[in-house]
């Protein structure tokens, strides 16, 4: 998978959603994960790819399925 693919795109886009519907701030969610804040930041720009074991920690910091991330 590229990491321009719309698929990451779909993926970026839904874990900014779910990071602003639990109302915590890229930093708050860099603490849970033991990460910078620009980790983070990369992530959600589309910078950095996401590793399955890091999107199954989003999920559970922002209380969703795994399937919300992917579908």
Do not use: C, P, T, W
Not at 35 to 58: A, D, H, N, P, T
Not at 63 to 71: P, R, V
């Amino acid at each position: 998978m590229s990491i321009y693919s719309e698929e990451h795109k779909n993926i970026i886009k839904r874990l900014k959603k779910a990071r602003f519907e639990s109302g915590l701030d890229q930093a708050d969610v860099a603490k849970k994960l033991g990460k910078s804040q620009s980790y983070i930041s990369k992530i959600e720009l589309g910078q950095r790819r996401i590793e399955i074991i890091v999107l199954k920690q989003f999920a559970r910091i922002y209380n969703k399925s795994l399937d919300y991330f992917l579908k």
